[in-house]
T-cell receptor, first 113, second 117 residues
Framework: GNSVTQMEGPVTLSEEAFLTINCTYT??????LFWYVQYPGEGLQLLLK?????DKGSNKGFEATYRKETTSFHLEKGSVQVSDSAVYFC????????????FGPGTRLSVLP | DAGVIQSPRHEVTEMGQEVTLRCKPI?????LFWYRQTMMRGLELLIY????????DSGMPEDRFSAKMPNASFSTLKIQPSEPRDSAVYFC???????????????FGPGTRLLVL
């Protein structure tokens, strides 16, 4: 079946630290991969996506590379800010139709000034 | 674009009462999804529609939950009767079938925070 595994949080970092949130997936076929971010009291927002192997998604200083050989899509940012404090969800779309998304459990990030 | 709109944003009710949550998807989107988010279970898909027709309701917890989509711009999720364990954040999301993976994604509303006392 299809599944997404994320590193457990919470992750607490100081401002300007380097961020990595690990995400690995299991899927049949060639899924699209996503990172969503949920700020306190808000809904999930698409942060970035990648649709095929070796693609790199990027947005707001965040990056993630679709690694088919390791079935991973790790989220990285070189220098986090307090405003990046949120919950981050890794997700996959197994058939690229935008329907049967599978979400990871989320990783809470807290950035301290 | 206004994005996905949900109402109410917050709802507090007593056990046994009927609760109706509302959603307006992004114009032109043909898929609509209802999710529930709790600390214990994370994000769960309850039901989704395509062109106003329910496609998969296997995530609906029990008969107390029902969802309708009378037209392309409106959907409701109803809980009757409500119970304390229904307390959660309920999200609506929509997407458009484009046939191109680079443009297919789900867009979420702000959610309805439901508390059943």
């Amino acid at each position: 079946g299809n599944s997404v595994t994320q590193m457990e949080g919470p992750v607490t970092l100081s401002e300007e630290a380097f961020l990595t949130i690990n995400c690995t997936y299991t899927a049949t076929g060639y899924p699209s991969l996503f990172w969503y971010v949920q700020y306190p009291g808000e809904g999930l927002q698409l942060l970035l996506k990648a649709t095929k192997a070796d693609d790199k998604g990027s947005n707001k200083g965040f990056e993630a590379t679709y690694r088919k050989e390791t079935t991973s899509f790790h989220l990285e940012k070189g220098s986090v800010q307090v405003s990046d404090s949120a919950v981050y969800f890794c997700a996959l779309d197994p058939d690229n139709y935008g329907q049967n998304f599978v979400f990871g459990p989320g990783t809470r990030l807290s950035v301290l000034p | 674009d206004a994005g996905v709109i949900q109402s109410p944003r917050h709802e507090v009710t007593e056990m046994g009462q009927e609760v109706t949550l509302r959603c307006k998807p992004i114009s032109g989107h043909d898929y609509l999804f209802w999710y529930r988010q709790t600390m214990m279970r994370g994000l769960e898909l309850l039901i989704y529609f395509n062109n106003n027709v329910p496609i998969d309701d296997s995530g609906m917890p029990e008969d107390r939950f029902s969802a309708k989509m009378p037209n392309a711009s409106f959907s409701t999720l109803k809980i009757q009767p409500s119970e304390p364990r229904d307390s959660a954040v309920y999200f609506c999301a929509s997407s458009k079938t484009a046939g191109d993976p680079s443009t297919t994604t789900q867009y979420f509303g702000p959610g309805t925070r439901l508390l059943v006392l």
